[in-house]
């Protein structure tokens, strides 16, 4: 990541941070606008309710912060698709009990920390390749995976809303 203090600034970097930033603000914005009835009700395609959801989305950018770093770094990550897959039922489970402050704090604070990271980011680390667990293992560059996190919330967040729209 940039030293700080470094003058150089990635315009990529930049640009991938204030995406998430927008998608990060508009997840925000929909927890905090939500009631006690719109928070549990169940998102289709999700299994979840809508906290749980928001939830999620919190938590992935806690995930993207470590799997960025890994990224960058050139170690890659290990975590699998299957290592996922039961975190996120592990994930759900626990976070049924969740409020909405609660949830709008970690997506505020996880959320400061990914943006934090993309932004830190540099072309040479964006443009470091090394292997992706979840994938299957597959190397590709960091900067493929810097644009998930924006995408992640917009997809789940989209779930949401429609769930709270009454769309199925």
Same mark, same amino acid.
């Given at each position: 990541? $940039?030293?700080?203090?470094?003058?150089?600034?990635?315009?990529?970097?930049?640009?991938?941070?204030?995406?998430?930033? $927008?998608?990060?603000?508009?997840?925000? @914005?929909?927890?905090?606008?939500?009631?006690?009835? %719109?928070?549990?009700?169940?998102?289709?395609?999700?299994?979840?309710? *809508?906290?749980?959801?928001?939830?999620?989305?919190? #938590?992935?950018?806690? /995930?993207?912060? $470590?799997?960025?770093?890994?990224? @960058?770094?050139?170690?890659? *990550?290990?975590?699998?698709?299957?290592?996922?897959?039961?975190?996120?039922?592990?994930?759900?489970?626990?976070?049924?009990? *969740?409020? %909405?402050? !609660?949830? *709008?704090?970690?997506? %505020?604070?996880?959320?400061?920390?990914? #943006? #934090?990271?993309? $932004?830190?980011?540099?072309?040479?680390?964006?443009?470091?390749?090394?292997?992706?667990?979840? @994938?299957?293992?597959?190397?590709?560059?960091?900067? #493929?995976?810097? @644009?998930?996190?924006?995408?992640?919330?917009? !997809?789940?967040?989209? /779930?949401?809303?429609?769930?709270?729209?009454?769309?199925?």
């Amino acid at each position: 990541m $940039r030293s700080p203090g470094c003058p150089t600034v990635s315009e990529r970097s930049d640009a991938l941070a204030a995406d998430f930033a $927008r998608a990060n603000g508009k997840a925000l @914005a929909f927890a905090r606008s939500c009631t006690d009835e %719109q928070w549990a009700r169940t998102v289709a395609g999700e299994g979840w309710t *809508v906290g749980v959801v928001l939830h999620h989305i919190a #938590e992935g950018h806690a /995930h993207g912060v $470590r799997w960025l770093g890994e990224m @960058a770094s050139g170690r890659g *990550v290990t975590d699998t698709a299957e290592d996922i897959d039961r975190d996120n039922a592990a994930h759900a489970a626990r976070a049924g009990s *969740v409020g %909405q402050v !609660e949830t *709008v704090a970690l997506l %505020q604070a996880n959320g400061s920390r990914l #943006e #934090e990271m993309l $932004r830190g980011l540099s072309d040479d680390e964006l443009d470091r390749s090394a292997p992706f667990g979840p @994938a299957g293992g597959r190397s590709f560059p960091t900067g #493929e995976l810097a @644009a998930v996190p924006a995408r992640h919330t917009l !997809e789940h967040l989209s /779930h949401a809303m429609d769930a709270v729209a009454g769309v199925h």
